[in-house]
Every structure is written in structure tokens, then in C-alpha cells.
């Protein structure tokens, strides 16, 4: 663990992740927000113990925007047409693990956040990923972000995704970590956000957000099959390793059909 006095960036092996509160110092101990402990730092340290995450069986992937909405755009391309790649890319690898898969558009279609979380709500014994690029107004700005749902504080009401909130969290940070070492991109940290397609899902649920199309350099690489190829294979890795580490069991793979009978 690596961390600032006065700060809510905490490195848990190398991995950065947003906490919602400043770790202060007292009487020579490190204090951590009881919230934070209990959403973040101990579902990491001590996935096994979430007593709500089951075995992989079924992912859904959701390529974000798509139809009238495109998302950031470069003079390169359009967000919603490299989420679609990158989407079909992963869909590839995990079937070819054995797991089932469900894509919320196969398209380039226009969807809204409620019409996506139907689609992912029907589905049993799933997580759901959601894929994005970002732009920014700071040129400068660069690097892999990862997003699971705020938690609900005591005077808030709970969202329904908010029932995963330690599996989002070690979802997120399995995603993350892996994205970061096969891609050698920036950390921009595993953080929260209010993201409506996540907010009333019933599945352990993130949002990762690729790379900045708004950067001169990343945005060239956002473009190349090679990264949206490493992108896909390192969340599909993550995959695997989210389910060992909550269940102790690698993803249930889809049974193969029996052969007919000759006849």
C-alpha cells in the first residue's frame, strides 16, 4: 500500500484507486474512513469473503453510445465505433474460452441506459462490462480509468446496484491491473462515478474507459488493431481472475453440445 497524508489516491499494489475520503494521520497511526475500508480495501484484500459473488456464467458486454450517439470524437474516428470493436474483440475471446456472452448492441444502433440495464437485468448469473473511450478538455490528460457505482451513504437511498458493491470493486480493480500491465498505458485509477448504465443493475457491474481521444499521442494508438486486440485479451484475463479470486473457481464455461447419434 502506498498512500499521501491529506490524499484519496491509494496504490494497493501499484494500482491506483480513488478512495471518498482523505486518509488522515493521528497519534502516529493512518486513519481510513470506516466506508472505505469496508467498499474497498477489504474486498481486494479479502475477496473470498463477499458473500454475494457467484461463479462467472455469462458476460454481458456493452459497447457504450452507438447510433445518433457517437461519444468523443477525433479526426481519427468515433468513440461508439471503437467500443464496438473492442466489444466484438472481447466477445471473441471470452466464447473461445467457453463462456457465454450477451452484447447489448451488435450494432451501431442508438440505446438508451435504461433499455441497456433490460437487457442485462434478464440475464442470470452475469457480470457486465460496459466499454468506453474518453475525451477531455486538457490535451494532456491520458491514461485507463476504470468506474463502478458510488456507495450509498448512510443518508442516501441505495441504488440496486449498490447490492455489489464489494464485487464491483474487485471486479474493477481485477480489470483494471490487468489493462494496465498488458497495455502499458497510464494509470488514471480505479474510481466512482454516477454512471446511469450502472446504477440499477442487479450483476457486478464496471465501466472502463480505454485511453483519451482527446490526446495527441494516445489517440493514435486508440486507432491500431494491436491495442484494441491487447485491450480485449486483458479484460477477458480479468475475467478469469475476478471469478478465481471471489470463488476460488475459474468462469463456468458454456457445456458443449452432444453430438447426435449416427444414424
Not at 447510433?67 to 468523443?72: I, M, P, T
Not at 478538455?137 to 491514461?143: A, Q, R
Not at 449498490?162 to 470493486?169: C, F, K, L, V, W
Not at 489517440?219 to 481472475?241: E, F, G, H, M
Request: proline content about 6%.
Amino acid at each position: 500500500l502506498r498512500f499521501t497524508i491529506g490524499g484519496r489516491e491509494l496504490f494497493m499494489n501499484n494500482v491506483k484507486h480513488i478512495l471518498d475520503s482523505k486518509i488522515l494521520a493521528h497519534e502516529g497511526c493512518y486513519l481510513v474512513s470506516r466506508m472505505d475500508l469496508s467498499k474497498i480495501l477489504d474486498p481486494i484484500l479479502r475477496p473470498r469473503n463477499i458473500r454475494n459473488a457467484r461463479r462467472v456464467n455469462t458476460v454481458i458486454i456493452d459497447p457504450g453510445h452507438g447510433g445518433d450517439d457517437s461519444g468523443a470524437e477525433n479526426r481519427y474516428g468515433r468513440e461508439k465505433d471503437y467500443n464496438l470493436k473492442v466489444a466484438r474483440l472481447l466477445r471473441k475471446k471470452l466464447e473461445a474460452d467457453g463462456l457465454k456472452v450477451v452484447m447489448t448492441r451488435d450494432a451501431d444502433v442508438t440505446l438508451s441506459s435504461a433499455e441497456r440495464v433490460k437487457i442485462a437485468n434478464r440475464i442470470p448469473d452475469a457480470i457486465f462490462i460496459s466499454i468506453h473511450f474518453k475525451s477531455n478538455s486538457d490535451p494532456l490528460k491520458e491514461g485507463i480509468e476504470t468506474f463502478t457505482l458510488p456507495v450509498a451513504l448512510p443518508d442516501m437511498k441505495p441504488r440496486k446496484g449498490n447490492s455489489n458493491d464489494q464485487a464491483n470493486i474487485v471486479l474493477a480493480s481485477s480489470a483494471h491491473s490487468r489493462c494496465l500491465l498488458m497495455t502499458g498505458r497510464p494509470d488514471g485509477g480505479v474510481g466512482r462515478a454516477n454512471i446511469s448504465v450502472l446504477a440499477d443493475l442487479r450483476h457486478p457491474a464496471i465501466l472502463i474507459a480505454g485511453g483519451y481521444m482527446s490526446h495527441a499521442i494516445e489517440a493514435r494508438i486508440i486507432t491500431r488493431d494491436s491495442y484494441q486486440q491487447t485491450l480485449a485479451k486483458a479484460i477477458a484475463s480479468a475475467v478469469a481472475d475476478y471469478s478465481v479470486a471471489t470463488t476460488g473457481r475459474m468462469p463456468r464455461p458454456e457445456p458443449k453440445p452432444k453430438p447426435e447419434p449416427a444414424i
